[in-house]
């Protein structure tokens, strides 16, 4: 029985991929009832957080639709110990970009457990809808609960800025738990990139305006590469500065460095600064430049419980590295924070 159910969780999680996709291609004219509902929670999705533009919510359902493949589900899922017994595991989402928790709540389903969900107040409309898809195309019933606050659990996964995850850490202590901090994405550039390459790029550094942990903020190039390149490959990103809120944060950050005199370049979208921070402000990308990769490889060890990504050539030779383009298209056995989330509800 147990495992019966298992097949119907997997297929009705592939199935809700397939909705995804007819979701995607088909004009809104032809929408049957629920894809006009999703439609309409789309747009309230944006209304209630505009960082969560129609754009980026489709890349973001794009990206689940071609993952939730049945056979992309079996193979990830084969490779762990299902438990026979369902637990109850608590889930503090984060908000800051579209559908950020949904692996999690995946994760969770497909290990035989419960979760119990504390949406993200920035992200409370579509997740639910979703899991309600999926229950209904499983035929079986997906046990799930959505809660204001956490009261009975056997373990926690709670994902939160540095600040916050000190907290949850704490009042969390004598619980199992994956209490995941804040984190960032960097690219090491070699010099010889074509501009497809470098357009790819911005992709990584510009895709959901640089909120998510996947998002590229500081680069490492080579001592004689022209910056210029960058700012004619990232032009198609150009109107990422008519979204109210990004624009803000741009010239907030501008006005702070005029006045203090620092030294940044600027395409009156996004400034290049040269800086050693991982982290960067929103609009502001952090640069270094290298004189050997192996100063650069030793850095990201340093730096790795705060890096998330790594994009960069294979003829770099570094560890871990994505491809140009790949970092907002995580796979299914991508685990945020590179903890496994599978693993850890394979003891709880």
């Given at each position: 029985k147990h495992l019966m159910k298992q097949d119907f969780k997997i297929h009705g999680l592939s199935k809700l991929g397939k909705f995804l996709h007819q979701f995607l291609e088909k004009p809104t004219e032809d929408y049957?009832?629920?894809?006009?509902?999703?439609?309409?929670?789309?747009?309230?999705?944006?209304?209630?957080?505009?960082?969560?533009?129609?754009?980026?919510?489709?890349?973001?359902?794009?990206?689940?639709?071609?993952?939730?493949k049945e056979e992309n589900i079996e193979n990830w899922v084969s490779s762990y110990k299902i438990s026979h017994f369902s637990k109850k595991v608590g889930l503090i989402l984060?908000?800051?970009?579209?559908?950020?928790?949904?692996?999690?709540?995946?994760?969770?389903?497909?290990?035989?457990?419960?979760?119990?969900?504390?949406?993200?107040?920035?992200?409370k409309l579509i997740l639910p809808f979703l899991l309600n898809k999926w229950g209904e195309f499983s035929e079986w019933n997906l046990e799930y609960q959505m809660v204001e606050k956490l009261t009975e659990y056997d373990a926690i996964i709670a994902t939160g800025s540095n600040n916050t995850a000190r907290y949850l850490e704490y009042y969390f202590k004598d619980?199992?738990?994956?209490?995941?901090?804040?984190?960032?994405?960097?690219?090491?550039?070699?010099?010889?990139?074509?501009?497809?390459?470098?357009?790819?790029?911005?992709?990584?550094?510009?895709?959901?305006?640089?909120?998510?942990?996947r998002n590229v903020t500081r680069?490492?190039?080579?001592?004689?590469?022209?910056?210029?390149?960058?700012?004619?490959?990232f032009i198609h990103f150009k109107d990422i500065i008519n979204h109210h809120k990004y624009a803000n944060n741009y010239d907030y950050n501008r006005a702070i460095y005029?006045?203090?005199?620092?030294?940044?370049?600027?395409?009156?979208?996004?400034?290049?600064?040269?800086?050693?921070?991982?982290?960067?402000p929103l609009s502001v990308i952090n640069?270094?430049?290298?004189?050997?990769?192996?100063?650069?490889?030793?850095?990201?060890?340093?730096?790795?419980?705060?890096?998330q990504c790594i994009v960069a050539k294979a003829e770099l030779e570094i560890k871990d590295f994505i491809h140009f383009g790949e970092a907002q298209n995580p796979s299914l056995d991508t685990y945020a924070d590179n903890i496994d989330t599978m693993k850890f509800l394979e003891v709880i």
């Open positions: 049957a009832q629920d894809e006009t509902e999703l439609l309409a929670l789309m747009k309230k999705s944006e209304l209630e957080n505009p960082w969560f533009t129609q754009e980026n919510q489709r890349f973001c359902f794009k990206n689940w639709a071609d993952v939730l984060a908000g800051n970009i579209p559908l950020v928790g949904f692996h999690d709540v995946t994760c969770v389903i497909l290990s035989n457990h419960i979760p119990i969900i504390k949406l993200s107040s920035k992200d619980s199992l738990s994956i209490i995941r901090k804040n984190r960032t994405s960097v690219a090491v550039i070699k010099g010889d990139e074509t501009d497809e390459e470098l357009q790819l790029l911005a992709e990584d550094i510009f895709r959901y305006f640089g909120l998510g942990c680069l490492f190039i080579p001592k004689d590469f022209e910056l210029s390149r960058l700012f004619e490959n005029l006045l203090n005199q620092e030294k940044f370049w600027d395409n009156n979208f996004v400034m290049l600064k040269e800086d050693q921070a991982l982290f960067s640069f270094s430049r290298y004189e050997s990769i192996e100063e650069v490889k030793s850095f990201l060890v340093e730096n790795e419980t705060n890096i």
